[in-house]
C-alpha cells in the first residue's frame, strides 16, 4: 500500500497545481467507512475541454484510508497456518479515485462521478506467544481489489459561509469501499 499513497499523494500535488486557476471550488475533508478513518480532496473545475463529458462542471475525488495496520507486524502467509491463534477482526486499507460532473442548485449543487477503488484486507489476529507483532497483535494480508466505484455528493452555500471563506461544504457517499465523507471548499 505505501506505493498506492505515494501516486495518492503525487496526484494530489500535480493536479492541484494544474487545476489552480480553474477552480472555482477546491477541499478536502475525513471520512469515515469499514471502520477507518479517511481523508480526501474534491475538486470542482469549470468546462475543460479534455475532460467535460457534458455541459456544466466537473468534479473530481480523491480518497484514501489514512490510518490502519502497523506495516512492520503485517504477514504474507496463510490464515490457516497458525490455528492455536485468535482472529480478531480485519482491517482494510483502500484508495479510490473519480471524475464526474457537477450540478449547481440555488444554494450547492449534486455531483455524480465515477471511477475506481482500490482495497486490501488484513485479517488482524492475536498471536497467544507474543512473538509475532506488539503485544501478540499481528497482521494476514488477504489481498487486494480493484473495483468500479460511484461517489455521490450533495454541496450546500450561503451568505454565512463565504463570510468565514468557504465556499461550499460537502457530504459524499463512496460506494466501495463504502465511505462518507465530509469536506470544506474553498
Do not use: C
Not at 40 to 61: C, W
Not at 66 to 78: A, E, K, L
Not at 122 to 140: A, Q, T, V
Amino acid at each position: 500500500m505505501k506505493i498506492q499513497y505515494t501516486i495518492f499523494l503525487i496526484f494530489i500535488f500535480s493536479v492541484s497545481e494544474q487545476l489552480k486557476s480553474s477552480v472555482p471550488a477546491w477541499g478536502f475533508g475525513l471520512g469515515y467507512g469499514d471502520k477507518n478513518v479517511s481523508f480526501n480532496i474534491d475538486f470542482i473545475t469549470e468546462k475543460q475541454p479534455m475532460v467535460n463529458l457534458l455541459a456544466g462542471y466537473n468534479v473530481f475525488h480523491v480518497g484514501a484510508h489514512i490510518f490502519g495496520r502497523n506495516v512492520d507486524h503485517t504477514y504474507d502467509f496463510s490464515r490457516d497456518r497458525f490455528t492455536e491463534h485468535k482472529n480478531l477482526t480485519h482491517s482494510y486499507e483502500s484508495i479510490w479515485g473519480g471524475v464526474g460532473k457537477f450540478l449547481p442548485i440555488k444554494d450547492g449543487g449534486i455531483s455524480l462521478a465515477m471511477g475506481l477503488s482500490q482495497q486490501t484486507k488484513y485479517l488482524k489476529r492475536e498471536d497467544i506467544y507474543g512473538i509475532l507483532g506488539d503485544n501478540g497483535i499481528y497482521f494476514i494480508d488477504e489481498g487486494s481489489e480493484t473495483k468500479f466505484t460511484l461517489i455521490l455528493g450533495a454541496y450546500y452555500s450561503d451568505s454565512y459561509l463565504r463570510l468565514m471563506g468557504i465556499n461550499k461544504i460537502s457530504l459524499n457517499y463512496i460506494t466501495f469501499p463504502g465511505v462518507i465523507s465530509f469536506s470544506i471548499l474553498f
